[in-house]
């Protein structure tokens, strides 16, 4: 029998159905009598909208309905999920997210009306003849440029561009800490605008039971109940109980589809209007300018070192592009996500942060795989790596002088964290041996007698996965709480059906959680079911993003399957006529200890729901627990990741030429399933250091709106990963583990860059910023060269 | 996409005879028109594919050069055994277009009657100095391009096929957009029996010839030779992904790249 127990590489059940087009997105359901709806989009990035005259639209063969932002005077505005507090106290500036546009339009894809038709096509042809007079307004672009007092304001109401202006750490120690430093190395980055592009497109269905009152919106969320929850309470004024949200397969999300945004109240709310479905599935150029963006910090970044290389202080600040509005999360991102981890794996003492969090014309910003954790690890190992070079000390030897010792763990950082545990220079250790680091020389003369320049690159990541717990997110301005739910449903033949708040978008949940379930009961992995997305199957959830699944979802259903196990126990304790206390269970059957007396786990569940033997003054029948798990803390993966480069002096063509990651997940799961995230994450993490941008022109234009000039990463772009992995198990959570579902893209960009400086360090190159393109490259040679 | 009406004539004289029609347009491939189509940017009351016409097919070999009819794919070019025997480089050039279904439904007539600045058929057809024939007449490659996305055919003229005269040898050297991978330079570099052509595509406007490279290669056919050759920029193309600058740098280094690959 082939092993699939906790630990084992079992192949993804889920993917039998994706790989032979049998999975079930969104977009593949069609609901009776369903409409269509198209959504006409702003053309500019910032204008006065004058009038809209629907009138020949409505005539239009097919029309159902026009809706504009009148017709959602009873709706309120696109909730944002986290309140950022300025140094002052004063909250942020939180401006309003009209449902559709209100007056003006802030970014071009501002949604500004609603055409449902009897068919898509009848759809975007009325709604091409719908006549919107607008007045162009200079736009707010650049985020420098947005806080200057004689820019364009974005939000009348807010008065300025800027969203919040927050800080961490203590500065007064920080400034005292540079005055006496014996160096201190400087550098200004850029972290750039990504666009998330899943697979699947976003895609939402509104339906409406009038004979019960009840609402399901079928929609491409990696957080139904999320969804719910805002788009219910806040939006709509549609309570739960007649609310249904339901995320079926989920083509990718990367954080993309984390949040609500507008097209889900409004098929939802037209579907109650209309009194019939109503689909919208975006085209990929709508993606490219309606999903929240990501990144897109410019940093001021300054290292004080001591004689010996030690990390004395840190100190930064950070423009954080926020967008037109506030996506669901985004103000978190750059404060709580970032500033929290410029730790590192450093015992760096004393650290002060700045962030501005700016609003422009663009599409809004939030979290993309990773999510400020990329960022804090691009800047603090682009820095570290840029003192190493200024101080003459090799990088790995400037890090090593620098980390966390294993006995200090817990240890607490200056920024706010403590880390339960991690052995940093075990992990570096293990790298550099697989990347052959002393080799490296070798290899660089080899590529220069064939007129390649050669470079190598490391980065020593840390990342906060399973962000909790709620009470200390509540007090940072959460305004959920970021627990995870778990039902195991043991059902009466011995089969089991476990009910997951987390949502598998591509993660193969479906597969990990089965291992985790079947292993502790000790039942075949084929008699264990995962089942996630709808809020009418699942009692509760938080969702999936931060790689929090396995760390918070996955203890979520080990406390539950120990309640089951607990409640089996009692049941067999009577089956056998024996004290509970002397029940041990192992290999699916209750025993009891020092004879030879067992039953099956199958036998216990049938007795459960068939309680004809049974102690019902005791024990309800039934075989059923649910649990909230709440964690203790963060979990910290960490990993050293090494990289070499080969540049083409003639071209400035980078080239990847190996790729090492060494990770310590805490306790592997599914060690296939691990490595397929840590390439998507290292493909993603290539993606941003040498391949993807989002480039708006100064009016607001998005130059990169299609796969035309936003370059996604290829598989012949990749190199053949290598990868391993180190483990030091998490100390707060039952499994030990600790998430890997982000940490290919937070490690990898610095290492990239690194070896890309060093491979040009002949050309007196200290930074570049990313994605380091064949022509920015070639311009630094030109200047090395003059 | 808005509503049309689809033809597909299995024969010229039909194609041609519906043509005549308001407002319709020939459909080859259709790499480029069906996603300008899809994104409302044109709109035609018929289109009239070519795919079913016997006589725009196949690749056909004389003594001195190969003909290709309009509608082979870029997939047949570059699998040709003709191809790869007579002019390597030519099977190379469709071999790097796009990504394999473009390939496989692209063809050469479509992409040379779009005229794409960045496409890389016009290299070809430019630094082979072919011939296109179309229903009614020849047309010389150096008379072919004669402006962005222009080209000297008529309104709905067809091209039927193209004879590229065998070279002595050929190379291509491409820089691909990152992004798109269409060329962002692409450089044919040919010795003929009758003198030296060298053509870039991706650069300009329109597809070129590089007088300077060509006398230069004349007296020695050698990447050293074209090297140090610098070309103007002032008119070249300029964008996010290269400037004309890089794009001028990049002709002098694709050059010598298409001669090593034509002396390799």
């Known amino acids: 029998m082939a092993k699939t127990g906790i630990g084992e590489a079992v192949a993804r059940r889920e993917d039998y159905r994706f790989l032979t087009g049998q999975g079930k997105y969104v977009d593949d359901i069609n609901l009776f009598n369903q409409a269509h709806a198209w959504i006409v989009r702003s053309p500019f990035a910032h204008a006065t909208i004058n009038s809209i005259d629907k009138d020949d639209a409505a005539q239009m063969p097919g029309v159902v309905a026009i809706y504009t932002s009148e017709d959602f005077s009873g709706a309120g505005g696109v909730p944002c999920g986290w309140q950022v507090n300025n140094k002052d106290g004063s909250p942020m500036n939180e401006p309003k997210h009209p449902i559709l546009a209100e007056g003006k339009v802030r970014h071009v894809g501002d949604p500004v009306a609603l055409v449902i038709a009897q068919t898509r096509q009848q759809a975007r042809n009325a709604a091409e003849a719908i006549i919107i007079d607008y007045t162009e307004l200079a736009p707010a672009i650049d985020m420098k440029a947005a806080l200057e007092p004689d820019s364009a304001v974005i939000h009348d109401e807010v008065g300025s561009n800027l969203c919040f202006d927050w800080e961490l750490g203590d500065k007064a120690a920080t400034e005292a800490a540079f005055e006496d430093a014996h160096h201190v190395t400087r550098l200004d980055l850029i972290n750039n605008r990504l666009v998330a592009n899943p697979m699947e497109p976003r895609a939402a269905i509104g339906d409406y039971d009038s004979s019960t009152g009840e609402y399901t919106l079928y929609t491409t969320s990696q957080n139904p109940h999320v969804i719910r929850l805002l788009m219910g309470a806040f939006v709509l004024n549609i309570p739960e109980h007649k609310l249904r949200v339901y995320a079926p397969d989920v083509g990718g999300g990367f954080g993309s589809k984390i949040y609500h945004y507008a097209e889900e109240a409004m098929m939802t709310w037209a579907a109650g209007q209309l009194k019939r479905p109503v689909k919208w599935t975006a085209e990929r150029s709508e993606s490219f300018m309606s999903d929240a963006h990501g990144r897109d910090h410019v940093t001021h970044v300054e290292l004080a070192l001591d004689e010996n290389g030690k990390f004395l202080a840190l100190r930064c600040n950070t423009l954080a592009n926020m967008g037109a509005y506030l996506s669901t999360f985004a103000p978190c991102v750059p404060t709580y996500l970032h500033a929290t981890l410029l730790a590192g794996q450093y015992t760096t003492p004393v650290i002060y942060c700045e962030i501005k969090a700016v609003f422009t014309n663009t599409v809004p910003v939030d979290a993309y795989r990773g999510a400020g954790r990329p960022e804090a690890t691009y800047l603090i190992e682009r820095v570290v790596d840029v003192a190493a070079r200024e101080m003459n000390i090799d990088p790995a030897e400037l890090r090593r002088r620098n980390f966390i010792q294993p006995d200090q763990f817990p240890y607490d950082t200056p920024v706010a964290l403590t880390y339960d545990t991690g052995n940093y220079e075990a992990t570096l250790d293990q790298a550099m041996e697989a990347a052959d680091y002393s080799g490296f020389e070798a290899r660089k003369r080899e590529a220069a007698a064939r007129g390649k320049l050669r470079g190598i690159g490391l980065s020593c990541y840390i990342e906060a996965c399973g962000i909790a717990p709620s009470n200390v997110v509540g007090a940072l301005g959460a305004r959920a709480g970021l627990y995870e739910v778990a039902t195991v449903r043991v059902n009466p033949t011995g089969s089991v059906t476990v009910l997951t708040g987390s949502h598998s978008h591509g993660q193969g949940h479906e597969t990990t959680f089965a291992q985790v379930v079947s292993d502790m009961l000790g039942i075949d992995y084929d008699a264990v079911d995962i089942v996630h997305g709808d809020t009418a199957k699942v009692p509760f959830g938080m969702g999936t993003y931060g790689s929090r699944s396995i760390a918070v979802g996955g203890s979520a259903i080990y406390r539950s399957v120990e309640k089951v196990i607990s409640k089996a126990k009692k049941i067999a304790a009577h089956l056998m006529e024996a004290d509970v206390s002397d029940i041990e269970f192992e290999n699916g059957e209750f025993k009891v200890a020092g004879t030879d007396k067992a039953t099956a786990f199958g036998d216990v569940a049938l007795t459960a729901y068939v309680p004809h033997n049974y102690p019902l003054e005791e024990l309800e029948p039934g075989l059923e627990e649910t649990s909230f798990y709440d964690p203790a803390n963060f979990t910290y993966p960490a990993g050293t990741y090494i990289c070499e480069v080969e540049i083409d002096p003639e071209t400035g063509v980078v080239e990847v030429m190996s790729f090492h990651a060494s990770d310590d997940f805490g306790n592997i799961i599914n060690p296939m399933i691990v490595e397929g995230q840590v390439h998507g994450g290292l493909a993603q993490g290539i993606g941003q250091a040498l391949l993807e941008r989002c480039v708006y022109d100064e009016q607001g234009q998005l130059l990169t709106g299609s796969y035309m000039d936003y370059c996604m990463p290829r598989a012949d772009d990749l190199p053949s990963f290598s990868v391993d992995t180190t483990v030091t198990a998490c100390t707060h959570n039952p499994l030990g583990v600790k998430g890997c579902g982000e940490a290919g893209a937070i490690g990898s960009p610095p290492a990239i860059i690194n070896a890309v400086v060093n491979a040009l360090s002949d050309y007196n190159v200290t930074h570049i910023d990313m994605p380091a393109t064949p022509m920015k490259v070639w311009q630094h040679l030109s200047n090395g060269r003059g | ?264």
């Open chain 2, 1 to 264: 996409m808005y509503q049309f009406a689809y033809h597909h004539p299995d024969n010229l004289n039909q194609a041609k005879e519906l043509l005549t029609a308001e407002e319709s347009k020939p459909i080859a491939g259709g790499m480029t028109l069906i996603p300008t189509l899809k994104q409302r940017l044109a709109a035609y009351e018929s289109l009239v594919d070519l795919s079913s016409i016997a006589e725009l097919q196949g690749i056909s070999e004389t003594s001195e050069s190969i003909r290709i009819g309009a509608m082979t794919t870029h997939s047949d070019v570059h699998h040709s055994d003709t191809i790869k025997t007579k002019i390597p480089a030519l099977s190379h050039l469709a071999g790097s277009i796009g990504d394999v279904q473009v390939r496989n439904r692209g063809t050469l007539g479509g992409s040379i009657a779009n005229a794409d600045p960045a496409a890389d058929y016009p290299a070809a057809v430019v630094g082979l100095g072919a011939t296109i024939h179309t229903a009614e007449r020849d047309i010389a490659a150096d008379n072919f391009f004669t402006a962005l996305f222009e080209t000297a055919l008529k309104e709905n003229e067809i091209i039927t096929a193209v004879s590229f005269p065998v070279p002595e040898k050929a190379g291509y050297a491409k820089f691909a957009n990152p992004a798109s991978r269409y060329a962002i330079v692409g450089v044919m570099a040919v010795k003929t029996r009758s003198g030296i052509r060298v053509a870039v595509t991706g650069a300009a406007g329109s597809v070129f010839r590089v007088p300077e490279m060509e006398q230069a290669l004349g007296d020695a056919f050698t990447a050293d030779a074209v090297r140090g050759i610098a070309v103007s920029s002032a008119e070249f193309n300029s964008d996010m992904h290269a400037t004309a600058d890089y794009r001028g740098h990049l002709v002098s280094v694709m050059a010598a790249r298409a001669v090593d690959a034509a002396n390799a």
